[in-house]
């Protein structure tokens, strides 16, 4: 089975840094992804890592530690379109499913 | 290029109806998943299929049946619908190309269930 753990909201400036972590525990793992998701929409891929270490995207950061069963997503020079819940999610060796944790929600104010 | 598309967008519903929803996917995904989402609740799995004609349980199945008969659908049915179905549903896709292929999710189905 699947623990995914992340904090649940969290408050920023525009143009400022937020990081949001997320910690897992799982029998297999294949992977763990970063999803954003805009109230009312649907979830849209951000981030894909693997192997140990921080996979950089534009203003967008992931990193990988599965030693510690930890990830972590930078979010840089935020916008306020930024606003939204961030979804961590870790895939199953085992099966290939994909577990997702309760999303962290991020509000950028001016 | 529609990507996933998920019908109806809305519905309600009183205890003890029936409903399907539908997923179409254009991409040609083998894989194709059923989520339901309720707040402090996260995305949760519902059931899903690995391939035309097959379909296997998720983390939170009872309630639902599914059907995949052609590679591009996946039908998600609620045989006799109760208030805790009240959700908004996702289906899925994604390709085989590797364990990084991500899921590419419909825009949800918001049941309510009265």
């Not at chain 1, 990081?19 to 805009?38: K, R």
């Not at chain 1, 990830?71 to 499913?97: F, I």
Request: hydrophobic share 35%; glycine share 10%; charged share 15%.
């Amino acid at each position: 089975g699947q623990n995914i753990d992340q904090p649940t909201e969290m408050t920023a400036t525009e143009g400022a840094i937020v990081q949001i972590n997320c910690t897992y525990q799982t029998s297999g793992f294949n992977g763990l992804f970063w999803y954003q998701q805009h109230a009312g929409e649907a979830p849209t891929f951000l981030s894909y890592n693997v192997l140990d270490g921080l996979e950089e995207k534009g203003r967008f950061s992931s990193f990988l530690s599965r030693s510690k069963g930890y990830s972590y997503l930078l979010l840089k020079e935020l916008q306020m379109k930024d606003s939204a819940s961030y979804l961590c999610a870790v895939r199953d060796g085992g099966n290939n499913r994909l577990a997702f944790g309760k999303g962290n929600q991020v509000v950028v104010i001016p | 290029n529609a990507g996933v598309t998920q019908t109806p967008k809305f519905r309600v519903l009183k205890t003890g109806q029936s409903m399907t929803l539908l997923c179409a996917q254009d991409m040609n995904h083998e894989y194709m998943y059923w989520y339901r989402q309720d707040p402090g609740m996260g995305l949760r799995l519902i059931h899903y299929s690995v391939g035309e004609g097959t379909t296997a349980k998720g983390e939170v199945p009872d309630g639902y049946n599914v059907s995949r008969l052609k590679k591009q659908n996946f039908l998600l049915g609620l045989e006799s619908a109760a208030p805790s179905q009240t959700s908004v549903y996702f289906c899925a896709s994604r390709d085989l190309t590797g364990a990084n292929s991500p899921l590419h999710f419909g825009n949800g189905t918001r049941l309510t269930v009265t």
